[in-house]
């Protein structure tokens, strides 16, 4: 799903339909056939809430032909809005032009945390990104590691979400992923492209001979599925509760003639 996004506030719901009148047509699309963007179905009387949480994930890169990519994804009611994504220039992987660029994205778009692709230099990366944060949006670091095959970890991690329709794309984000790489030879430009990538990616070791871009957000969905299941937890924990509640109101209602007042029921138990 595919629509235009604040960098602060988000609906509060959005539902998706495979539906023709609903197909956006005016975004480059580097998919393969049928691939198509959907804009959500408009629902009347929507609410713009404040996002509860801002993440930015950053997979770094060397001097070689690898970019240092990051993206912004913010969430709000089980749903993960990417707001921003892209690529610094493959060669400049560390340098303060990309270490500073990183502090600025942190800053314009007020994340609650950076979250860092450790692998790379044994998380030299992150020591050298704290200070410019530090200086200019003070924001606390954390740092992850992979040991498992990325094809495979990437598509474990993105395909339950985007199947469930709860991956939202900012629709400028698509028109400046296209438009990025545009300097970068004419042969290798699309392979660098997130929605190239995203479109793109087997469990095959190898499938992409680039997957920068795609494993940063395939790092943020993995972090926002973690905590997603964990609100979903507490969700049904509390909707049990109120049930148990009720019925036990009913239960004494009936047996002393009269609805009691107060809370009569805190539970210990959770779900197994």
Request: hydrophobic residues 35%.
């Amino acid at each position: 799903m595919v629509c235009h996004l604040d960098s602060e506030n988000g609906p509060e719901k959005v539902v998706w339909a495979a539906a023709p009148e609903w197909i956006i047509e005016d975004l480059p699309n580097v998919g393969i056939k049928p691939d198509k963007y959907y804009r959500p179905v408009p629902l009347p009387d929507i609410r713009y809430l404040p996002y509860t949480g801002a993440l930015m994930t950053v997979d770094p890169a060397g001097t070689g032909t690898d970019e240092t990519t990051y993206t912004i994804t913010k969430t709000l009611h089980g749903l993960v809005f990417l707001l921003d994504a892209g690529g610094f220039p493959p060669g400049q992987g560390h340098s303060v032009e990309t270490l500073e660029g990183l502090a600025k994205l942190a800053e314009r778009y007020k994340v609650n945390k950076v979250l860092i692709e450790a692998n790379f230099g044994d998380g030299m990366f992150g020591k050298l990104l704290q200070p410019h944060l530090t200086a200019r949006y003070p924001v606390g670091v954390e740092e992850v590691k992979h040991n498992t095959q990325k094809e495979r970890r990437i598509c474990d991690t993105l395909e339950p979400v985007i199947q469930s329709h709860r991956l939202v794309v900012n629709a400028d984000l698509v028109r400046r992923d296209f438009e990025s790489t545009q300097s970068y030879s004419i042969e290798h430009h699309q392979r660098y492209q997130l929605f190239f990538q995203l479109t793109r990616i087997t469990r095959d070791k190898g499938a992409l001979a680039k997957d920068d871009r795609l494993d940063a957000l395939a790092m943020a969905v993995a972090y926002w599925a973690k905590a997603l299941s964990v609100e979903t937890e507490k969700v049904v924990q509390a909707n049990w509760d109120k049930l148990m509640q009720q019925e036990l109101e009913r239960y004494l209602q009936h047996a002393v003639g009269r609805k009691p007042t107060g809370r009569l029921f805190a539970t210990t138990m959770h779900r197994r």
